[in-house]
């Protein structure tokens, strides 16, 4: 199909390789495109690209719906996107080859790298965190999204990196510090701008902002060429929206979204931070990027990290550091560096196999690696939250074992 093409020249010069493929899985590619098409044409997501790579060649990439629904401008397989947390697989990977370099270590005090950066206990003591627990999420923050209106992130307006506050990142850090944690580092795992605190270590150990540290250490060597914290052609970007009834809503410049209630609150958006230069970069939420490019990153790990990891790196990142117990996306999932980690398959009641990293995006995105089936998928949709944690995901990943009801 010609949607196929573009991204099979771009992706083809990844390293490690990713391939074209000599013929498509046409059974695959016509159980991912009935989960699309159904989608779109249901009113439950906008638009929507779905990338599957097998043993490093792509099987299929099909791009559906709309871009922008307005202006009836279609999706492609090439459509940038605002990523959210698909930002932090990035900064993590960047972390971890700081550590490799001997320019980091996972178990250096944060407060050697951001000597103000001190948040308290509710007791009033101020332990130490390491870089282990910002990559892992058991420093003991949280999101503001967690949190009710009147919670100490709002009160203090914290900023969860997709918001427009107009703040630096020394500032919303400082913000943050005054919050009180959650619990002591180390003791349980929370979802967190953990990732945004790391972002500023990295611009401390290298000596450069984390938009230039990042193309430096990831996204330059990787030819992810379309991915970084600044859209450079704005009107090019998929439009978000949020779920509505009957269909998705526009996103405005500024717009709080209902979380599920066993996620969180309400995440606020405002899109206009992808293209605005002064705001900062978010470690944990801030950059923009392409399915086509996600998928050469995500094939880096799956293959023990080419040219840019050493095989007992990614192992490391690979590997279950809080436990299933922590049920980080339901039963059987604990979390590594950068991602969840699944430990159960029976019960997460899932086909994907022992060890498949997975998560997503705020924006509307969900992506996984499986290292037993040689998979890796790359969905990304306009339309928050059921491209990330509505029933799409899902849909897709049974399409793409054949697992479907």
Same mark, same amino acid.
């Given at each position: 199909? &010609?949607? #196929? ?27 991912? /495109? ?7 044409? =249901? ?22 719906? #709309?871009?922008?629904? =307005? ?20 900064? $993590?990977?960047?972390? @971890?080859?700081?550590? =490799?370099?001997?320019? #980091? ?15 308290? #206990?509710? /007791?009033?003591? %101020?332990?130490? !965190? ?19 209106? /009147? ?43 953990? !990732? ?16 230039? %540290? ?48 066993? !996620? ?22 801030? @950059? ?10 995500? =094939? ?6 080419? %040219? ?11 590997? /279950? ?60 949709? &306009? ?5 990330? $944690? ?16």
């Amino acid at each position: 199909m &010609n949607l #196929l093409l573009p991204l099979l020249a771009a992706v083809a010069t990844a390293s490690p390789p990713v391939e074209a493929p000599s013929a498509p899985d046409v059974a695959l590619a016509a159980r991912v /495109d009935r989960v699309l098409e159904r989608a779109v044409a =249901e009113g439950r997501v906008v638009g929507a690209v779905v990338v599957v790579a097998r043993d490093g060649r792509i099987v299929h990439a099909r791009a559906a719906g #709309l871009a922008d629904r =307005e202006a009836g401008r279609p999706m492609t397989v090439d459509t940038p996107f605002r990523l959210a947390s698909m930002t932090k697989p990035v900064v $993590s990977v960047a972390a @971890m080859r700081l550590v =490799e370099q001997g320019r #980091l270590r996972l178990d250096d005090r944060v407060a050697r790298w951001l000597p103000g950066f001190r948040p308290r #206990l509710p /007791d009033g003591s %101020a332990p130490a !965190i390491t870089v282990h627990q910002l990559l892992t999420h058991t420093a003991g923050l949280g999101y503001g999204f967690q949190e009710p209106e /009147d919670g100490p992130y709002h009160r203090l307006g914290v900023s969860d990196g997709l918001d427009g506050a107009g703040i630096d990142l020394d500032e919303n850090l400082r913000r943050l510090a005054a919050a009180p944690l959650h619990f002591a580092p180390g003791a349980e795992w929370r979802y967190s701008l953990g !990732i945004d605190v790391l972002g500023a270590v990295v611009e401390r150990a290298t000596g450069r902002s984390l938009p230039e %540290a990042v193309a430096q250490l990831v996204t330059g060597p990787l030819d992810m060429r379309d991915t970084g914290f600044f859209a450079v052609d704005p009107a090019a970007l998929a439009v978000p929206y949020a779920d509505g009834a009957p269909v998705p809503v526009r996103m405005p410049a500024d717009l709080a979204v209902p979380l599920p209630p066993e !996620i969180g609150h309400a995440v606020r958006f405002a899109p206009g931070r992808a293209s605005d230069r002064a705001a900062f970069p978010s470690g944990g939420g801030g @950059m923009v990027g392409t399915a086509g490019d996600f998928v050469r990153l995500l =094939e880096t790990v799956r293959t023990g990290g080419g %040219a840019l990891l050493r095989p007992e790196t990614v192992d490391a990142m690979r590997r /279950d550091h809080v436990g299933a117990q922590a049920q980080t996306q339901g039963p059987g999932w604990g979390f590594g560096y950068g991602w969840g980690v699944l430990d159960d398959p029976a019960a997460a009641g899932s086909p994907q196999g022992r060890g498949t990293l997975q998560w997503g995006g705020a924006y509307g995105h969900n992506w996984f690696v499986d290292p037993v089936a040689g998979l890796s998928v790359v969905a990304l949709t &306009n339309t928050a939250f059921e491209g990330m $944690s509505g029933a799409f995901p899902t849909e897709v990943r049974d399409a793409v074992y054949g697992t479907a009801p």
